[in-house]
């Protein structure tokens, strides 16, 4: 199978019918995301984010590696997204998608372009090494909306992520394990996230996070980057047929409003967790010391 | 109280009615048991409580995603690996006609890693999967033939496979149980009829001598030998992979304690079919597989048993 | 020969088939009648292509084939022939992005290595250097028209990249190659030792400089080991690995050095200073198959539950294990089964042993397979020290 099934024409007038009377499939208003649910995994920057029913994992990951020739000031930052019949049955394994490219495309404009992760602060002896981020997205339950999706996990696990410190002397680069110091949090200078809307009935009816049936019924997509300051860093009328213009000014200050509101939840199960850690890396160390005491003796 | 299943045959029965068909209130509950029923199990089996406070058991659990056919995580807390499995099953390949056998289903198996892309080394993990777990799939029930098992795994938590570097076989040989079962629970889970089901172990044998359980990639770097063996629930040995330097006697060792540990010290006796006693066996792998399978099956109808 | 033994009831004429249709019609059982032939006819059994069941294929080697590179060779096992050429490069220690980089966390290796014997902590090190580093670089392809199912154009196919990676951590796990002769190194000639003194003040980069405060590694030879299988019959793993093993016994390295002056490394033309790498041992690869007498056995195994016992009764032998199967046999069989053994003092040892894809062959046969492959061992060393 490589596609997905398609939607039967009774469930497609069904949706738009009841979009008409201002009813969602599943009871939610024109504006309201689906329940967002983010939890972290042992290690930092791992995360996992349920949006309804699509289900994705975050992993970032950092090594040292040589700059580019171009910008030896700069440190790498990649967003890796390869979608696996895990996440649908209508995806193939190793073979990439129009669904893949265009996320990955959206994501990278969003976060990347907007120099959301401040690649500079990765470089650690200039022209020689610096930090190679790599945030790996895992779609392992689709159900509409991967963007807004994988936007939210990969600032957030981007916010949860430690790195070694590094340290240069005399031109060498020490690299401290995590045991022997304090892990470095990244140089994260604005939050900024995707919120996807689709039209329906030309462009009467908005939503925004669809699911994947509405995604399937809608007639054409909007997707707005803006951060918590409301700066616009991403706007794209990608396919479908034509909006209203002031359709794209109103939903704008929907889409900051969203930000706002998920970045805030980001942001508490972010110190939630950083506490927890806390908690657990006293006693740690409390106990590594007892051990380390035993030895001695 | 609820009889229990004799067969594997029934559990396979049982479980092939799609997953999706599930009333919507056992689902939730489903949900929000994820990687619990284990807790269920404790309960129980108190011996099996105790192996678990000791040696840290693994810890499965089936079915948590909605859009595959099966699914399956499996956590092993000593080597720290975490694997997510997914089953579609039978599906269309249109893309690989040629490759489709006229009379039998096509295996496929594609592993990802957590923080890489994949390279050569997944390549040569994905060969041994697909021949291990192709011989046990029953490709020939009807359904099947000219169609594509498709698993997908996901190493999605645990050390970091060293980046840069996934041709590194010595982390292969240490994740490679891990895979295995995250596979095979996949498969039960998107009630892909199996003839058998196995368990699988990886040993150490260390610069003194000793054959050690579970090793961490860090300690599996420092050992004489890595061994990673599969065992199935009849005692047939499924795989080997043994590297570092050795002698048949010292294998022959491994062999043992690897036959021990899937199978538990009861099963010496000829058919490891379900002879076991509630505590003992279910210490060893193949027990804690079937453990977890009659575990969801005893709350995907819980239902119809509360109404007996 | 081969003829002689087709099942083939001889009533009417005009269905009679040539005994290389039967074998593309019926392959099973072809292969069958070959290793089971009926009682009465007195012949013994052996594989349709003529060998015993624990007979290798015909197996050639030749040594220094290609000029353009430091080291190759080519190896024919039957109709399986493949092709190794070994390339050395300099890689720049100031290339490395990690080389720079001192993991604080190595201090425990430091550690461990004065609690072992100081050749252990050596092979450590080596191990650490080349797998760090990927000082050895193998790759496989598996080229157009080698067998009638690869297509030019084609991205490397699974197979291929599974046999690069065997290749690969056939490598690092013998350590056949020693990272010392990779290393090309510096002598100052007098102490300018400010580097080292400011760098000392980490309790790790102390003892690592005390070893040797003088030298320093400057750069690396990188081998990338290519091999090609121009002709695949079967087999391709044992041909390749010999190939790689017969290519770096043949691998110079012309003597290179540091060059303070032009800050560049400078390589020697002349040929006696080119010296060969010393390798770690002589492992040597042996593949097997299982070929099931019962096709459908696995399957049948789950229909009537009792099967199994009922084929133990009837005592017939069932499988066959092959030696060195060629195409035609390893399409007909599932299960694999591959060893690699080296000799030390007259002393089999085991390096590599794996089997998948089924579940006939177990302890006793692999004891049988540890044993074949010791001889073929004895064999393969006479091929190599001739070529």
Redesign the interface.
């Known amino acids: 199978?490589?596609k997905e099934a398609q939607l039967s024409i009774a469930e497609r007038d069904f949706i738009l019918e009841a979009l008409r009377e201002n009813v969602r499939l599943d009871g939610r208003q024109p504006d309201d995301y689906r329940a967002l649910n983010i939890s972290f995994?042992?290690?930092y920057g791992?995360v996992n984010l349920q949006l309804g029913?699509t289900?994705i994992?975050v992993?970032i990951?950092s090594?040292v590696t040589k700059p580019r020739e171009d910008r030896p000031f700069d440190g790498l930052f990649n967003i890796?997204l390869?979608l696996?019949?895990?996440?649908?049955?209508a995806w193939?394994?190793?073979?990439t998608n129009d669904i893949e490219a265009y996320a990955t495309n959206t994501l990278d404009r969003i976060i990347r372009h907007s120099n959301a992760l401040d690649t500079e602060s990765l470089c650690i002896l200039k022209g020689v090494s610096c930090w190679s981020i790599?945030a790996?997205v895992?779609v392992?339950?689709?159900?509409g909306n991967i963007t807004d999706a994988a936007c939210i996990a990969i600032m957030a696990g981007l916010q949860h992520f430690r790195r070694p410190d590094a340290v240069v002397r005399d031109g060498r680069v020490i690299v401290y394990g995590v045991e022997q110091r304090v892990p470095v949090a990244l140089n994260i200078t604005h939050k900024p996230l995707s919120v996807t809307f689709h039209t329906f009935n030309d462009s009467k009816h908005v939503v925004v996070d669809a699911t994947l049936k509405e995604e399937q019924a809608a007639e054409g997509d909007l997707v707005i980057g803006i951060n918590s300051a409301g700066d616009v860093c991403y706007l794209s009328k990608y396919a479908g047929a034509p909006a209203d213009a002031m359709v794209i000014v109103n939903k704008t200050n929907v889409a900051w409003e969203k930000v706002k509101q998920i970045n805030a939840a980001v942001e508490k199960v972010l110190q939630a967790d950083l506490a927890k850690r806390a908690k657990i890396g006293m006693a740690d160390e409390s106990r590594a010391e007892n051990d380390r005491l035993v030895q001695i003796e | 109280m609820r009889d229990r299943l004799q067969t594997r045959y029934q559990v396979q029965a049982q479980l092939r009615r799609p997953i999706k068909e599930r009333p919507a209130h056992e689902k939730s509950q489903r949900e929000t048991t994820l990687l619990l029923p284990t807790l269920r199990t404790l309960k129980k089996l108190p011996n099996f409580y105790l192996s678990i406070v000791n040696m840290v058991g693994p810890i499965a659990s089936l079915s948590q995603?909605?859009?595959?056919?099966g699914?399956a995580s499996y956590k092993c807390p000593a080597t720290g690996y975490?694997i997510?499995g997914?089953v579609?099953a039978p599906?269309?390949l249109?893309?690989r006609r040629d490759a489709l056998k006229p009379e039998e289903a096509t295996v496929?198996v594609?592993v990802?890693p957590?923080?890489?892309?994949a390279g050569?080394?997944e390549?040569?993990v994905?060969?041994?999967l697909r021949?291990?777990l192709?011989?046990?799939v029953?490709g020939?029930e009807k359904g099947f033939p000219r169609r594509g098992v498709?698993l997908?795994l996901?190493i999605?938590?645990g050390e970091?496979v060293e980046?840069?570097?996934s041709?590194?076989?010595?982390q292969y040989l240490t994740i490679l149980p891990a895979l295995l079962h995250a596979g095979l629970l996949a498969m039960v889970s998107a009630s892909v009829?199996l003839?058998?089901t196995f368990s699988a172990t990886l040993l150490g044998v260390t610069?003194s001598g000793d054959i050690v359980r579970d090793l961490s990639p860090t300690a599996a770097k420092?050992a004489v030998s890595l061994h990673v063996f599969?065992v199935?629930s009849k005692n047939?040995?499924?795989?080997?992979?043994?590297?570092?330097?050795?002698?048949?006697d010292t294998?022959?060792l491994v062999?043992e304690r690897a036959l021990s540990v899937c199978q538990g010290e009861t099963a010496a006796s000829a058919d490891g079919d379900v002879t076991m006693g509630e505590g003992t066996a279910s210490a060893s792998l193949n027990g804690f597989i079937r453990e977890t399978v009659e575990d969801q099956v005893y709350s995907d109808y819980a239902f119809k048993l509360d109404s007996i | 020969m081969a003829s002689s033994t087709t099942p083939i009831s001889p009533t009417p004429p005009s269905l009679a088939l040539p005994p290389s249709q039967f074998a593309r019609l019926q392959p099973h059982a072809y292969l069958l009648a070959h290793l089971s032939p009926p009682p009465a006819s007195n012949q013994p059994s052996v594989r349709a292509n003529g060998r015993a069941t624990s007979q290798f294929r015909v197996t050639s080697a030749n040594a220094g084939s290609l000029t353009h590179t430091n080291g190759s060779a080519v190896v024919r096992i039957g109709d399986t022939a493949a092709v190794c050429g070994v390339r050395a490069e300099i890689l720049h220690t100031k290339d490395i992005a990690s080389w720079s980089v001192l993991q604080a966390s190595s201090e425990q290796n430091f550690d461990?290595s004065n609690d072992?014997g100081v050749s252990e902590s050596q092979d450590e090190e080596d191990r650490g250097h080349i797998?760090?580093l990927?000082l050895l670089v193998p790759n496989l392809s598996l080229s157009t028209g080698c067998a009638p199912g690869f297509t030019p154009g084609a991205p490397p196919s699974?197979?291929a990249?599974?046999l690069?990676?065997?290749i690969?951590?056939l490598l690092?796990?013998t350590r056949l190659v020693r990272a010392d002769d990779l290393r090309i190194w510096y002598q100052p000639p007098n102490l300018d030792s400010e580097e080292f003194r400011n760098a000392g003040e980490g309790m790790d980069v102390d003892t690592e400089q005390s070893e040797d405060p003088e030298r320093e590694i400057k750069a690396f030879w990188v081998l990338y080991i290519d091999v090609m299988i121009i002709s695949l019959a079967g087999n391709p793993f044992d041909a390749a690995w010999a190939s790689v093993l017969a290519a770096l016994r043949d691998t110079k390295l012309p003597k290179a050095w540091w060059d303070a002056d032009n800050e560049t490394i400078l390589c020697s033309d002349n040929v006696a200073d080119a010296r060969k790498l010393s390798l770690r041992g002589l492992p040597i690869a042996s593949s097997f198959c299982s070929f099931e007498g019962d096709a459908a056995a696995?399957?049948r195994?789950?229909v009537i539950p009792d099967a199994e016992e009922q084929k133990q009764k009837k005592g017939a032998q069932q499988r066959w294990i092959l030696a060195d199967p060629d195409g035609y046999e390893e399409g007909l069989s599932?299960?694999?089964a591959s060893l690699v053994v080296d000799k030390e003092n007259g002393?089999?040892?085991?390096?590599?042993?794996?089997?998948?894809?089924?579940?006939t062959?177990?302890?006793d046969d692999?004891?049988q397979l540890?044993d074949v492959s010791a001889q073929r061992w004895d064999e393969m060393k006479r091929i190599l020290d001739q070529c």
């Open positions: 199978m490589s995994g042992e290690e791992h029913k289900n994992i992993r990951s090594e890796n390869e696996t019949a895990m996440g649908s049955p193939e394994n190793g073979r790599r790996d895992h392992i339950d689709y159900d | 995603l909605n859009r595959a056919d699914s975490s997510l997914a579609n599906i269309e249109p893309a496929e594609f990802k957590g923080t890489t892309t050569v080394g390549r040569h994905e060969g041994i021949s291990v192709g011989k046990i029953l020939r498709v997908t996901a999605v938590g970091n980046r840069g570097d041709a590194n076989l010595s009829p003839s058998m610069k420092a599969a199935s047939h040995l499924l795989l080997n992979e043994s590297e570092g330097r050795f002698d048949f294998w022959e062999r | 461990k072992v797998q760090d990927d699974a197979l990249q599974s690069s990676h065997q690969l951590s690092h796990t696995g399957w195994a789950v599932q299960e694999r002393k089999t040892v085991i390096v590599k042993m794996e089997k998948h894809g089924g579940w062959v177990d302890s692999l004891r540890v």
